[in-house]
């Protein structure tokens, strides 16, 4: 039995929080990886069937999920960091779910986790190596290009945070609410 609810559009969920925290659990590793190979192996086809490599022994995986009803449900973004060299730490595979690209502040969240946390664990210079298209984007969020370099085939440019904007923090997670339409009222 199935009820037609008068003037009731049928839409997709769209949520209204998001946690942005170290993925510590094993579903959340497991949506890490999985979001992962969605974005670099089904969609970008950078890397063949897994983009898994010697860092990821190492690296801290941050990601972002959704909420529902207050608690995590979906992995919607990831990004790892691991120490280089003492001092120095670098940022990869930053990848936010296609259809949560549209929020915007998905990705700059995760980046504004990811450095400040890596700041919090003694960072001196952040350091990632950024697809061409996203070169704007992390612009915007204080970073500066170091130079263009070809990366697995790709235009990237080498960058750096501006730590001075990215105040350190020992946080295990933060979170993110969508902003929500204003209601007109009505006098």
């Known amino acids: 039995m199935s009820t037609v ?17 170290l993925a510590r659990t094993p579903w959340e590793q497991a949506g890490y990886y999985a979001l992962r190979r969605e974005v670099f192996c089904t969609e970008q086809r950078v890397f063949a069937d897994d983009d898994r490599d010697a860092i990821d022994e190492v690296a801290i995986p941050i990601i972002a999920a959704y909420c ?82 070809t990366l697995h085939g790709l235009p990237h440019h080498d960058m750096q945070a501006d730590l001075s904007r990215y105040p350190a923090h020992g946080q295990e997670q933060t979170w993110l609410l969508r902003p929500q ?6 006098a």
Do not use: C
């Open 68 to 149: 529902v009803a207050g608690m995590p449900d979906r992995i919607v973004g990831a990004v790892r960091i691991h120490e280089a060299e003492p001092g120095v730490w670098r940022g990869s595979r930053l990848a936010v779910h296609a259809g949560h690209r549209k929020l915007g502040r998905i990705g700059a969240e995760l980046i504004r986790m990811a450095v400040s946390t890596a700041h919090g664990l003694g960072a001196m210079r952040f350091l990632a190596q950024v697809q061409e298209q996203n070169v704007l984007f992390f612009r915007r969020l204080y970073w500066k290009s170091l130079g263009a370099i």
């Open 5 to 21: 609810l008068e003037g009731v559009e049928d839409r997709p969920f769209i949520p209204t929080e998001y946690v942005v925290r």
């Open 181 to 186: 339409p204003r209601n007109r009222q009505v």
